[in-house]
């Protein structure tokens, strides 16, 4: 190609710069996709429950008899290796709506920044003269651009993902729920036992003569019981929170293809803002 | 040929534990009705039917109750009844739990396909930072202005700095 230093128009380069600035433009219909999958990810509960159930044994051993203390270890190294499961399915679960919610970045598909310093750096030559090439070359790699990372493929990438996902994620979120009320009940057993013993043992030791032991016995019986009033509490949000990750996770599914209609909006908005709210009450959970 | 061993499913299990326990509270409201008859600084209650197969029966008009130690052994027949419930609910959870490798195998290999995609549209951020950095520092030299130089040429080191530092696996500094 022969070299010449014909003082190239520099139209071109900008009308395909415009064209490509706008198709970067429009990230905001991936705005409710991010934040929803955001929230979700953080599986509000759901981890500190896992390990309140895996020290059960820890609470429970002041209370058992020898008997009662062999079977509990028992219990408890099986209790372990399921923790290990439990904290694996969460993890590829977090994985996963964690990257959805990068995917659907605001900044990821932004080449704005980028595409200026290219304009900057053409503007730079006018005064020394283009050579034709290296025109070329410029149009060429925004024209590339512009086909390849686009906001509509960035669009089309998370449909696909959330499509491909959504069948497993639901039934891992199952599982989780499963998993959370088998928590749940065990510490209803838990509580029992520990709640139990004091009122059997305090109920022989309310006497004259053992009335310091009594008052011991009473005072923890008080705190134990706020305990296991906030533990029950929380088990039923962390409950709560999945049962909405699910139902949030099956309206992204049905409005991922119409993300700018009214509906698509509202559902997504209300699902991220329930999800929220349902963090906030995990933090300070009360009757 | 009908199979009669169907192995139990999580929720067979958990109907299980959930009668165990139920039981359990059973037990427990009789244990303490039948202490509360035996202490006279316990709350008076109804008196109910005999049916308590591990200890005295308390008879109605007796103020007979029951010894610390039965109470202790009826409430430790109490307690391991809630064990084996637990034990079932961890034996669901178990099952719960398993076979879902191929679930999170599932999930893993989209996670990793979109970061793919997500690596590739940074590495043609820093490829056309790197090239209107060129152009910039080639217009600087070409017109012949060193004032114009310094500053492509310090963005364009601290880009190649980045990527190098990307590609070993460290974070940029920017």
């Not at chain 1, 999958?37 to 500190?48: F, H, N």
């Not at chain 1, 199952?174 to 088998?182: G, H, K």
Request: hydrophobic content about 40%.
């Amino acid at each position: 190609m022969k070299a010449s230093f014909h003082p190239v128009s520099s139209v071109l380069p900008t009308v395909l710069l415009t064209a490509l600035l706008a198709g970067c433009a429009s990230t905001d219909r991936l705005r409710d996709v991010r934040e929803l999958a955001a929230e979700s990810s953080k599986l509000s509960g759901y981890t500190d429950m896992s390990v309140r159930f895996r020290d059960t044994y820890a609470r429970e051993q002041p209370y058992l008899s020898p008997a009662g203390d062999e079977r509990e270890r028992a219990l408890d190294t099986v209790r372990r290796q399921q923790y290990a499961d439990c904290v694996s399915i969460a993890k590829s679960v977090a994985l996963y709506l964690d990257t959805l919610a990068v995917l659907a970045g605001e900044q990821q598909y932004d080449l704005s920044d980028q595409v200026q310093r290219l304009s900057s750096g053409i503007k730079a030559w006018p005064d020394t003269g283009l050579v034709s090439s290296h025109v070329n070359a410029y149009a060429e790699l925004t024209a590339l651009l512009a086909r390849t990372w686009s906001a509509p493929r960035q669009e089309r990438a998370v449909q696909a993902m959330v499509h491909a996902g959504q069948a497993p994620l639901q039934q891992l979120l199952a599982a989780m729920t499963a998993l959370l009320r088998y928590y749940d009940k065990t510490n209803a057993n838990e509580k029992a036992i520990v709640l139990g013993m004091l009122q059997v043992e305090i109920a022989y030791a309310d006497t004259p003569a053992n009335r310091l032991l009594a008052a011991l016995g009473k005072a923890q019986q008080q705190s134990k019981t706020v305990e296991y009033h906030q533990a029950e509490l929380t088990y039923r949000l962390a409950e709560k929170n999945l049962a909405t990750i699910a139902q949030a996770q099956q309206a992204l599914l049905q409005y991922v293809d119409q993300l700018d209609s009214a509906p698509a909006r509202a559902a997504l908005e209300q699902a991220s803002q329930q999800l929220r709210l349902n963090r906030a009450e995990l933090h300070h959970p009360s009757d | 040929m009908t199979d009669h061993s169907t192995p139990a499913t999580a929720d067979d299990l958990e109907a299980l534990a959930d009668s165990l326990s139920a039981c359990a509270d059973e037990l427990h409201a009789r244990l303490m009705r039948a202490i509360r008859q035996t202490l006279p600084t316990a709350p008076a209650a109804p008196l109910h039917p005999a049916g308590n197969p591990a200890g005295p029966a308390p008879t109605a008009g007796i103020d007979q109750g029951i010894s610390q130690g039965a109470a202790q052994a009826l409430f430790e027949n109490e307690v391991a009844l809630r064990q084996r419930a637990n034990g079932l609910y961890l034996d669901a959870a178990m099952l719960a739990a398993g076979g879902l490798g191929g679930m999170q195998h599932q999930l893993l290999d989209l996670s990793a396909q979109a970061r793919e995609t997500i690596r590739k549209v940074d590495r043609l951020k820093d490829l056309i930072g790197i090239t209107s950095e060129l152009l910039a520092l080639g217009a600087a030299i070409a017109a012949g202005k060193p004032e114009h130089i310094a500053t492509p040429y310090t963005q364009l080191k601290s880009l190649l700095d980045d990527l190098h530092r990307q590609s070993s696996g460290q974070p940029p500094t920017a």
